[in-house]
């Protein structure tokens, strides 16, 4: 009875803790504009399904893919166990699934440990590719500090998982041979059998009970430890990566989404049908995170910050300071700074969102970055939860040309090609004469 008090006790508050911090990165992924992209809602279920559950881009690289794919699978059969130790905590029972499932128990207990064996495998050598051999997209500038103790600190919390696991289930199957009547038999459990059994075979049967709390206990509150810690890591992409491959972009890559009210300037240019009375919008593309999309903001809470974009971006390979990562790095920041800060007021209908602190996007993202890019869309073509750097990049610079009158001055002379002959080159709109057939 104790027990199940004390149980109820630690979850609710941690769970209570936890949730105010996911309410916050609701609350900043609502300070976008809802304006979510069009288009089937099966394709957008295949993209989930394929992407964000088949992991499908991680095994664009076969190695770190398999190892990936070992934690991940590990991550969601553990579940399995997991359940178990909540509704035995929450019920004060000890292994209440294995009476229900029959043979099926020592199987999934099996399997599980298979897995976390090869997840175990796989974090040591992701801890070697980050500490020892650094890899070096992960030690870029925008990785410093905090980003990359976050990574190190869910490889350790998976490590500390797998060690409890395999203690746990050592411990009871030595218990199932001295006390049966109190841990009833469940079935061999093999590798903790050959492994963690052996090692605690000398110890009095306190001590081995003692073993088979703390580990449980210590199994749990890791778990419930990294359900109050995801939110503020990337490792909240676990559970965001599902809804933002469902909201990804369906279009091309390469197409890049014209602003409705100049495309109909320019139609009206070119003497083609536009529609005289559409109305200028306050401003061109965004200067902060309430004038992005609230799927841009979305994905920047998606991000692995793995750094594939990064490392295939044309711009940061050639020396320039643009890091399609740190864009998207840059986005979460400030949306979390916004809503932390609580430095933003919401219109009395609830329709718009205007930011007060008096900072925006560009005092993290500078012109240099936003100019270096290329609009190549290799970024977007390596990101394996399907996030969009190129997105933002775009927005941000729209409105610096087209609200600040900014740009490089090299790029003038095009502005005027294209004001003055409707092309980026200096020539007159005659040019395409050559393929008219006489
Ligand atoms: S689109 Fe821009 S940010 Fe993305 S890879 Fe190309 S140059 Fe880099
Ligand atoms: S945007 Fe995509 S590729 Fe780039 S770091 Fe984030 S998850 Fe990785």
Do not use: D, Q
């Given at each position: 009875m104790i027990h199940s008090i004390v149980f109820i006790l630690i979850t609710t508050a941690i769970l209570r803790f936890s949730w105010k911090r996911y309410a916050q990165v609701y609350q900043a992924i609502k300070l976008g504009k809802p304006n979510w992209p069009e288009g089937s809602a099966l394709v957008r279920f295949k993209n989930m399904l394929l992407f964000a559950l088949g992991q499908r881009k991680m095994f664009t690289k076969p190695v770190s893919g398999i190892f990936h794919f070992f934690i991940y699978t590990a991550f969601l059969l553990t579940q399995v166990e997991f359940l178990e130790i909540f509704t035995d905590g929450l019920f004060g029972k000890h292994r209440l699934f294995a009476n229900k499932i029959g043979f099926l128990y020592p199987l999934a207990i099996n399997t599980i440990e298979i897995l976390s064996l090869l997840a175990l495998i796989a974090t040591a050598v992701f801890l070697i590719r980050r500490n020892i051999l650094k890899i070096s997209r992960f030690h870029k500038p925008e990785l410093k500090g905090w980003p990359f103790a976050d990574a190190n600190i869910i490889l350790l919390g998976e490590i500390i998982l797998v060690i409890s696991i395999f203690m746990m289930n050592g411990a009871d199957q030595y218990l199932q041979q001295l006390k049966p009547e109190s841990y009833h038999p469940t079935g061999s459990f093999f590798l903790s059998a050959s492994t963690t059994m052996p090692l605690i075979s000398g110890l009095s049967a306190d001590w081995i009970i003692f073993t088979e709390r703390f580990f449980w206990w210590t199994h749990y509150l890791v778990v419930l430890g990294f359900i109050a810690y995801l939110p503020y890591s990337k490792h909240l992409h676990i559970f965001l990566a599902f809804p933002s491959s469902y909201y990804a972009d369906l279009n091309p890559r390469g197409e890049i989404q014209n602003i409705p009210y100049i495309q109909n300037e320019v139609k009206g240019m070119l003497g083609l049908e536009n529609d005289p009375s559409m109305e200028a919008p306050n401003n061109f593309g965004a200067q902060d995170v309430n004038e992005l999309s609230q799927q841009i903001l979305l994905q920047a809470f998606s991000c692995t910050e793995c750094g594939r974009c990064t490392a295939v971006c044309p711009a940061n390979i050639t020396g320039k300071k643009l890091s399609p990562r740190k864009i998207v790095m840059d986005i979460r920041d400030r949306a979390e700074e916004v809503v932390q800060t609580k430095a933003f007021k919401k219109s009395e209908d609830g329709t718009t969102i205007e930011i007060t602190d008096?900072?925006?996007?560009f005092d993290k993202i500078s012109k240099e970055e936003l100019y270096a890019c290329t609009t190549c869309n290799a970024c977007v073509e390596a990101c394996p939860v399907l996030i969009n750097p190129l997105k933002p990049i775009l927005e941000l610079r729209r409105y610096d040309i087209l609200m600040n009158s900014g740009g490089p001055s090299e790029w003038l002379p095009m502005f005027n090609s294209l004001e003055n002959n409707q092309a980026v080159w200096a020539m007159s709109e005659n040019r395409t004469n050559w393929i008219k057939i006489e």
């Open positions: 008096g900072l925006s996007l």
